[in-house]
């Protein structure tokens, strides 16, 4: 639902969509909040599509490729949080933007481990909402390290793929996980707060805790340091943040 006395965005019924814009995939299963964002992405010229069920949207998605995906969590036939794991293996790189009324922290939390890219609770301002979405839009067309593979000590990561290596051994990282380290690998020689992780990486001015940032570099000094309590790369910067030493 949309919040109190807040209409969508703009006041045109319709307008032409912009091929070079990109569609945004819509999964929800409330006809009535279906055509709310169908009208709120349409006014900005996105071409929109809508599915009713998760099924079907992991369907069209494998197809089309959306720009960004906008999704609620109490789907039919497939849950959002399971059709969020089948979209960023097929496509890391696609936005997911979920769309719930489910407040809960750790909902929240398993989310972005999940790879979701931002979290809005309904109801929520359709004004908002469009930022967010062109946000994340942006932030995955910056540019990617100028190598699809990356090295540094005995660790090898390709980014495009996916993968980890350190000593020749496959390490599992997660969908956070890689974009946290890609961030790093962007900015390496920078100190980075925590906030401007949080914000950067997975999309969240107001995250609900910062601990959610130690956590994470912990699990990625755990799998690629040679030694994670004394870390030669992932390193902590007192009172300022985290700074990557290549």
């Keep these: 639902m949309l919040k109190e006395m807040e209409l969508p965005v703009g006041t045109r019924e319709e ?14 299963d409330d006809v009535s909040m279906q055509k709310v964002l169908r009208r709120i992405f349409l006014e900005q010229h ?64 398993l989310l972005l481990e999940y790879g979701a890219d931002d979290y809005i609770t309904k109801p929520f301002s359709p004004r908002e909402l469009l930022a967010r979405v062109q946000a994340a839009i942006r932030r995955r067309k910056r540019a990617a390290p100028s190598t699809a593979t990356y090295t540094f000590d005995d660790c090898e990561i390709n980014f495009q793929k996916m993968t980890a290596h350190r000593g020749g051994n496959a390490v599992g990282l997660t969908s956070h996980e890689f974009k946290l380290l890609k961030f790093f690998v962007e900015h390496a020689e920078q100190v980075l ?47 300022a943040g985290y700074k990557f030493v290549p």
């Design 193 to 239: 707060s925590r906030e401007v992780l949080l914000n950067e990486v997975w999309g969240y001015n107001h995250y609900p805790t910062t601990r959610t940032v130690d956590n994470q570099i912990l699990k990625l000094r755990q799998k690629l340091e040679a030694d994670p309590a004394n870390p030669r790369h992932l390193l902590t910067m007192y009172g």
């Design 46 to 109: 996105y071409s929109t599509v809508v599915a009713g069920d998760g099924k079907t949207g992991l369907e069209i998605f494998r197809v089309q490729r959306p720009v960004a995906v906008v999704l609620d969590l109490m789907l039919p036939q497939m849950s959002g949080r399971e059709l969020c794991q089948n979209m960023k293996a097929l496509s890391d790189e696609t936005p997911v933007i979920v769309l719930s009324a489910i407040t809960e922290v750790v909902d929240k939390v």
């Design 15 to 28: 307008s032409e969509p912009d091929p070079g814009l990109g569609t945004i995939l819509v999964v929800e």
